[in-house]
């Protein structure tokens, strides 16, 4: 084999392993709930429950934490920010308010929160969270105080003196998606404990156990493989035109993923016997996916085919890029010498995370994928403080969006706002640094 071939096989094996570690059982247990309130946050939730608070009549106590938690009720990303962004400001929301909602509507946004949390650290995540809604809310009164809060076209009283009700029974589902999330992210004795368990009564095939073992798979990781392979032709069925009506597919679609959470959630062991340990997080999913079909009922028909819709769009607009990032993000693991990224950002110095924050500039990636190639900047060594600084920049000072911007606000405010976005986010990988170092 000559060593070009070798070369790309050995980068072929360390993305195709980055993906398996991807697709563990953590990582499906955070993602599929996090899809799914992120849709129905999106579909059940109406956009005037949040944008009347940003109006130019609203006091600045209301506006500016309303801005701060908008990503979050309105499902926002990094791709769809900068239009909502726009759309405010220029139908009468003020410049400070517009701003810290385009800072924080990306850090804050479901799915964001979830995945760091489960690939990174509940640490990073939530430091995430709070010091962009901090910080966010600071650049926005500086932005106000410098150039005045002023909007970008006259006042637009519609938009924002809208109101609208929400179904009671879509915040009981979303209490129970948060749950299922919660149960099956979080680590504690009380879910990882296997309460009973149950031995088949076969031993398994070696030369299975064996295959999979040179793919750097276990039983459950195959089996959950396989459950992505079967939801995808089902969902395609089930989904994609379920506004029209429910099928055999759908059904089929939704019941797919309930067992592949379950399958998620036990201890398997395989070394020659199959030993199924139910853990609590197996039982409480199970009895959390139960009270959301429950739930589920109590929605008019039309809502739940546009919940369903909307989770698909997300998934089919993320997961094929995550797939993909994850995949890359292993293959350039093995290409960037640890000591480059140990040099350049191993320790928690204000120059290490300004270079993070030039990671974001210059490495930015979609919704998401910022979060694997977070994982492996960890991985080779890079501090969690410039790594923290890296999370909060990539959505913001790309260069595409540095271009948005600047034709939404003009050259002087957008460069003014990118300082200062390149300061806090410095401060707060400098600050949450300091912080793990005294805990």
């Not at 006259?154 to 929400?166: H, I, M, Y």
């Not at 290490?352 to 190639?373: C, D, K, R």
């Amino acid at each position: 084999m000559s060593p070009v071939v070798e070369y790309a096989v050995m980068l072929l094996r360390s993305g195709w392993i980055g993906l398996l570690d991807y697709l563990a059982a953590h990582v499906l247990l955070c993602l599929v709930p996090a899809f799914f309130i992120a849709g129905a946050l999106s579909a059940l939730i109406p956009k005037e429950t949040i944008t009347r608070y940003l109006g130019p009549r609203a006091s600045k106590w209301i506006s500016y934490p309303a801005s701060a938690v908008g990503g979050f009720v309105l499902a926002v990303c990094s791709c769809t920010i900068l239009p909502l962004f726009a759309g405010i400001w220029k139908r009468g929301a003020g410049l400070g308010s517009a701003i810290t909602f385009l800072f924080v509507g990306p850090a804050v946004n479901i799915l964001a929160i979830a995945y760091t949390g489960a690939a990174i650290g509940m640490d990073i995540a939530t430091a995430r969270v709070v010091l962009c809604i901090v910080f966010g809310i600071g650049i926005g009164l500086i932005m106000a105080w410098l150039f005045g809060d002023k909007t970008g076209a006259q006042e637009d009283v519609g938009l924002f003196s809208q109101r609208a009700q929400v179904n009671p029974a879509v915040w009981w589902l979303f209490v129970l998606l948060i749950g299922v999330l919660v149960v099956g992210t979080l680590q504690v004795d009380l879910l990882t404990r296997a309460w009973f368990s149950v031995t088949l009564p076969f031993d398994m095939p070696a030369g299975l156990l064996a295959s999979l073992d040179g793919m750097h798979l276990d039983l459950r990781g195959a089996a959950l493989i396989l459950m992505l392979l079967l939801i995808t032709p089902a969902a395609w069925l089930g989904l994609r035109n379920v506004m029209k009506g429910f099928t055999g597919w759908t059904w089929a679609s939704l019941g797919l993923v309930a067992v592949t959470l379950l399958i998620a959630a036990p201890q398997v062991e395989s070394g020659g016997s199959l030993v199924i340990g139910f853990t609590g997080r197996f039982l409480g999913e199970a009895v959390l996916l139960a009270a959301v079909v429950v739930a589920a009922r109590g929605l008019e028909r039309h809502l739940l085919a546009a919940w369903l819709w909307e989770t698909y769009k997300f998934v089919k607009q993320i997961f094929p890029l995550l797939v993909v990032g994850v995949f890359g993000a292993g293959m350039v693991k093995a290409i960037i010498p640890e000591h480059w990224i140990q040099t350049l950002a191993g320790r928690n110095t204000i120059w290490a995370n300004l270079m993070g924050v030039l990671f974001g500039v210059f490495m930015y990636f979609p919704t998401l994928v910022e979060v694997p190639i977070a994982r492996m900047f960890l991985d080779l060594g890079m501090h969690r403080g410039p790594l923290l600084a890296y999370l909060i920049a990539d959505p913001e000072l790309s260069l595409q969006s540095i271009l948005v911007t600047s034709k939404i606000l003009g050259p002087k405010r957008t460069w003014v706002y990118v300082g200062l976005v390149t300061v806090f986010s410095t401060l707060a990988g400098y600050i949450f640094g300091l912080a793990l170092a005294v805990l």
